[in-house]
Structures are given as C-alpha cells and as structure tokens.
C-alpha cells in the first residue's frame, strides 16, 4: 500500500520501541452561520440533535487499543460523545452513521474563550479519538483559549470504521511482496493479493464504502460545529488533515474561523503524481538522514553513498529471503521498507533509525520490524483499521485506477526519483485497482473564494507531503485566502516537531488572531541527543 500522509498515532507507538533499542544499543451548499445548510434541516432531528458528552472508556482494537485516557495535569478530565450524521448526505433524512468524538475543556474563562478548536490528524485513518489526548501537551496552550476536539471520522475506529482482514489474513497482507521483481507469478500473486483484500472490504464494510470520503467527512464537521454552538470552525489540520480543510473551505467558505494547515498535501496531484512526488521526498529525508550518519560518526558507512548502499543490499537481501524474528514471524524486504519510512516521518527518530540498521546488520530484526507494525497499525491486540480506513477514504475521493502496464510505463521515473522507495510507490498506485467503490474525481476541490484568511505551514525537508505543495494549496484557495508559513526542518509536519518559531507564529494566529507575515520563516533548530 503507499505510504499514508501522516502516521501520528503510529509514530506515538513506535517510540516506546524506539527508546528501548536505543537504551539496549451540511447538505449541499454553505450553512449560514450557526446553522447547517437550511432552515427545514436545521429543524430536523441531525441539526437538533444534543450531543451528551461522558467519560471516555479505553480506545478500542480498531483504534489501537490501550489505556483510557488520563486527566491532564490540571485535572481536566476526557469527555467523549457520539454525533449521528447522515450515512449519505444526499439522503439527510435516511440511515446514520455514528461519528465519535473527544474533548478537553478550555482553561479560559466565558469572556476569554474562543470556542473549540477541531483537529484532524491526517491518514486518512488516523482515530483522533485516539491521538488527541496522546498528544495533547503539545496543545496545551491553545487550551487556554479553546476547548480541544477531535473525533474519529466516518470509516475510521469507532465511526463505523472500516473492516477487511483478521489479524492472520492482515499478517499475510504485511508480509506479501509489494515490489515484484522477479517475473509474472510475483505480479499475478500481487493483483489476486489486492482482489481479495478489496473483495474483503466490501464483504465487511460495503454498507460504508460508499460514504466515507473527504468531502462527507467535511460535511460531518460542519454539522459538528453547529452543535458545539460555534459561529465558525476553527481547525488545525495535519497532513491528509490539510485536504480536509481545504475540501471544508470550498464546500463552506462563510463558516471558516482561524484554521491551520500543517503538512500541506498537494491538491493538484492525481495518485500517481502523488506516490512520485512522496517518493522523491522520502528519498531526500533519507538522504538527510545519511549525511547526519556520516557527520556524526556512525557505524553505517563513511559516506553517505555508503550508508544508500547498506541499506539497498538490505532491502535485497530480505527481499530475496526474509529473515525469521522471533520464531513465529518473519521480516520482508517490503516491511524493511516501511520501517525505513516510517521513521523518516521524525527526525528525532534518527538515531533509532541508525541503531535498526546496525541491529539489522548483523541479523537482528525485532527493532525495524516493531517500526513496521506502527505504520501499519499492529499493537498488542491485533491491527487498527488505519490502512483499511486510509484505503477505503482514497479510493471513494479518487477516480484514478491503474493497472500494470501504468505502472510499468511509470517505473522507470520512480526509479530515478528513489532508488530506495521508487518500487513501493509506483506499485502503491495499484490500490485502488478493483475497488468496489467509484472514485470522485482525480483532484480535491479546495477553491474558497470568500474564505478569511488560511495558514499554510510547509517544511523544506517533508518527505510524506513536500513542501511545493503549500504554494500549490495557497494558489488552488484563491486570493487572499492561503498564507504560507514556512519551516526549514526535516520530518513530516513543522508544529509537533516543537520548532520554537513555528510554535510562536501558529499560537499567536490561532489565539490572538495575528497572521504572519507574507514569506515568513522558521530555521531549523539543532536535533537533541547525538551531536
């Protein structure tokens, strides 16, 4: 599968692991303000409907599993609360579909609160149920002017989230030889892999599949905004977050407050676009990650082109026989790949990365292989539906279906903008293929004429969504609308990395409503630990 454009509940796993190796080593239209897209529907039972708001339980297996949120250090407990919207918007008054949500109450007293503040942590398929209270100390000042929100969007975790496998049919997933290289019984074995895993789906979850994406999932929040008797939504949104943020700026325009999009991901881009333009994004991050090896003296090469090279002859080697880890599993070429990725997403997991790969070395899998569980969203109790959920959102958004022959045609340009991550991405573009479920169109429409203005945070160094795509969100806005901020770092995103400036220029937008200068820039500051 490609790689999802944010892993924030992943990453929040694999650190646990990381740690350890490194000590051992509306309907249509726009709604007008407080309402939701009509009178005769404001009427109606969604747009009347009371939200009860009660003590959080423990994050279900599809979520991630875990333990129940804790009180934050104020004392201010989690409340959680179910929201029934339409299962098709186009049917207002037909089936519903359970949307989760969580809040954390504001410090802020009547005269200083703003209202809530939504937040998306991208995927699509990342549970905010689940990632909000995680990451909430990162947050913890907007608490003092907003109640901090978020929810589980329709498809995902606990808002009848998506279901393919058992745990025994997604181990196999994972393990299956995404890249085949090694004649047509490799590609046969890959499309008839991909034709069950879809035929899956719709078996489990064909009821949904229609309903789950961008633009429903939109249409949600704003519903959602009603009934948390805000004027306007304000939302911070991260990565495949920022598509939709944008998607909720054109379909309601008038009803956007203070919103910030962090970890833009490019509008413009059909699928395939997008997996060359990751691909040569990952490739760069790596190859940051190589120099800082080689600068600090690690034990992978004496240059970076050394370090490329080890990590080539890995892949190859597991590609052609998977290592055994632990007796009962093995370690593919492929899920080396995703570990490599999804510790390219921080760059405080460097060194984690570096320790993996010595480990790996010398025949010891266990710590590269924990990373490949957090991308795909193994835990103790089985698998999340991430992947399910992420497919599932982006095959109802998009219309491209590729086949073969597309891929062959592109292989040659991955190839050249990753020798590292070329082959997974260009056979990613097969995801969709056989889908039960038509896509909408090729591109997002994230047009907001009319919109107040809109901060666009994009990093130099991104790998998963790189950093041409703000100036692209900005322009596909409108005018006056995008206001591009950007941070010269490395990882995915710029707010979470805890960049003082970012931080700084995104607290004072969203609390005091002071939009940055035009051309605004963070440097980079100095990774901690290893020098």
């Given at each position: 599968?490609?790689t999802?454009?944010?892993?924030?509940?992943?990453?929040?796993?694999?650190a646990?692991?990381?740690?350890?190796?490194?000590?051992?080593?509306?309907?249509?239209?726009?709604?007008?303000?407080?309402g939701?897209?009509?009178?005769?529907?404001?009427?109606?039972?969604?747009?009347?409907?009371?939200?009860?708001?009660?003590?959080?339980?423990?994050?279900?297996?599809?979520?991630?599993?875990?333990?129940?949120?804790q009180?934050?250090?104020d004392?201010?407990?989690?409340?959680?609360?179910?929201?029934?919207?339409?299962?098709?918007?186009?049917?207002?008054?037909?089936?519903?579909?359970?949307?989760?949500?969580?809040?954390?109450?504001?410090?802020?007293?009547?005269?200083?609160?703003?209202?809530?503040?939504?937040?998306?942590?991208?995927?699509?398929?990342?549970?905010?149920?689940?990632t909000?209270?995680?990451?909430?100390?990162?947050?913890?000042?907007l608490?003092?002017?907003?109640?901090l929100v978020?929810?589980?969007?329709?498809?995902?975790?606990?808002?009848?989230?998506?279901?393919?496998?058992?745990?025994?049919?997604?181990?196999?997933?994972?393990?299956?030889?995404?890249?085949?290289?090694?004649?047509?019984?490799?590609?046969?074995?890959?499309?008839?892999?991909?034709?069950?895993?879809?035929?899956?789906?719709?078996?489990?979850?064909?009821?949904?599949?229609?309903?789950?994406?961008?633009?429903?999932?939109?249409?949600?929040?704003?519903?959602?905004?009603?009934?948390?008797g805000?004027?306007?939504?304000?939302?911070?949104?991260?990565?495949?977050?920022?598509?939709?943020?944008?998607?909720?700026?054109?379909?309601?325009?008038?009803n956007?407050?203070?919103?910030?999009?962090?970890?833009?991901?490019?509008?413009?881009?059909?699928?395939?676009?997008?997996?060359?333009?990751?691909?040569?994004?990952?490739?760069?991050?790596?190859?940051?990650?190589?120099?800082?090896?080689?600068?600090?003296?690690?034990?992978?090469?004496?240059?970076?082109?050394?370090?490329?090279?080890?990590?080539?002859?890995?892949?190859?080697?597991?590609?052609?026989?998977?290592?055994?880890?632990?007796?009962?599993?093995?370690?593919?070429?492929?899920?080396?790949?995703?570990?490599?990725?999804?510790?390219?997403?921080?760059?405080?997991?460097?060194?984690?990365?570096?320790?993996?790969?010595?480990?790996?070395?010398?025949?010891?899998?266990?710590?590269?292989?924990?990373?490949?569980?957090?991308?795909?969203?193994?835990?103790?109790?089985?698998?999340?539906?991430?992947?399910?959920?992420?497919?599932?959102?982006?095959?109802?958004?998009?219309?491209?279906?590729?086949?073969?022959?597309?891929?062959?045609?592109?292989?040659?340009?991955?190839?050249?903008?990753?020798?590292?991550?070329?082959?997974t991405?260009?056979?990613?573009?097969?995801?969709?293929?056989?889908?039960?479920?038509?896509?909408?169109?090729?591109?997002?429409?994230?047009?907001?004429?009319?919109?107040?203005?809109?901060?666009?945070?994009?990093?130099t160094?991104?790998?998963?969504?790189?950093?041409?795509?703000?100036?692209?969100?900005?322009?596909?806005?409108?005018?006056?609308?995008?206001?591009?901020?950007?941070?010269?770092?490395?990882?995915?995103g710029?707010?979470?990395?805890?960049?003082?400036?970012?931080?700084?220029?995104v607290?004072?937008?969203?609390?005091?409503?002071?939009?940055?200068?035009?051309?605004?820039?963070?440097?980079?500051?100095?990774?901690?630990?290893?020098?």
């Amino acid at each position: 599968m490609p790689t999802r454009r944010t892993t924030a509940a992943a990453l929040l796993s694999g650190a646990v692991l990381l740690s350890a190796s490194l000590a051992a080593c509306g309907p249509a239209g726009e709604g007008g303000a407080g309402g939701g897209g009509g009178e005769e529907d404001d009427r109606g039972r969604i747009w009347a409907q009371s939200l009860t708001w009660k003590d959080c339980p423990a994050p279900s297996p599809l979520q991630g599993g875990g333990d129940a949120p804790q009180p934050l250090p104020d004392g201010t407990r989690w409340q959680c609360a179910t929201l029934r919207a339409p299962l098709d918007w186009d049917r207002p008054d037909g089936e519903t579909v359970d949307v989760a949500l969580i809040r954390a109450a504001s410090r802020a007293d009547a005269a200083d609160r703003i209202g809530s503040l939504l937040f998306n942590f991208g995927g699509p398929g990342e549970s905010g149920v689940a990632t909000l209270p995680a990451l909430a100390p990162d947050y913890e000042q907007l608490r003092s002017r907003y109640d901090l929100v978020s929810f589980d969007p329709r498809g995902v975790g606990a808002s009848a989230g998506v279901t393919c496998l058992d745990a025994e049919a997604a181990q196999a997933t994972d393990e299956q030889d995404g890249t085949p290289d090694d004649g047509d019984d490799e590609v046969t074995a890959l499309l008839q892999a991909r034709q069950r895993y879809a035929d899956a789906c719709e078996r489990e979850s064909g009821r949904v599949l229609p309903h789950v994406g961008t633009e429903d999932a939109a249409r949600d929040m704003d519903l959602l905004r009603h009934l948390l008797g805000d004027d306007k939504l304000h939302y911070f949104g991260i990565s495949y977050g920022t598509e939709l943020g944008g998607v909720y700026a054109h379909l309601f325009p008038r009803n956007v407050g203070r919103a910030v999009l962090d970890g833009v991901v490019d509008p413009t881009l059909d699928q395939m676009e997008g997996a060359l333009a990751q691909a040569g994004g990952f490739q760069m991050a790596f190859e940051h990650f190589a120099r800082w090896c080689v600068d600090t003296g690690c034990a992978l090469g004496d240059t970076p082109e050394e370090v490329t090279r080890l990590v080539m002859e890995l892949e190859e080697k597991l590609d052609d026989e998977p290592l055994s880890v632990g007796g009962e599993r093995v370690f593919t070429g492929s899920q080396f790949v995703d570990a490599v990725i999804q510790a390219l997403y921080l760059k405080t997991a460097w060194p984690a990365l570096e320790v993996g790969l010595q480990l790996l070395a010398a025949d010891e899998g266990e710590t590269l292989l924990g990373l490949a569980d957090a991308l795909s969203g193994r835990h103790a109790g089985g698998y999340s539906d991430q992947e399910d959920a992420q497919t599932a959102v982006t095959c109802a958004d998009r219309s491209d279906r590729y086949t073969v022959d597309d891929v062959l045609e592109q292989a040659a340009a991955f190839e050249k903008a990753s020798p590292i991550f070329g082959d997974t991405m260009v056979w990613g573009a097969l995801e969709c293929t056989d889908w039960p479920v038509r896509g909408k169109a090729e591109h997002p429409d994230v047009s907001a004429p009319g919109a107040p203005p809109i901060l666009l945070v994009g990093n130099t160094g991104d790998p998963a969504t790189p950093y041409e795509g703000a100036a692209r969100m900005a322009e596909r806005l409108g005018k006056g609308v995008g206001v591009e901020l950007t941070y010269e770092g490395e990882g995915h995103g710029a707010y979470d990395s805890g960049n003082t400036c970012v931080r700084k220029a995104v607290n004072a937008y969203l609390l005091d409503g002071t939009v940055p200068a035009a051309g605004a820039v963070c440097e980079r500051e100095p990774l901690q630990g290893k020098e």
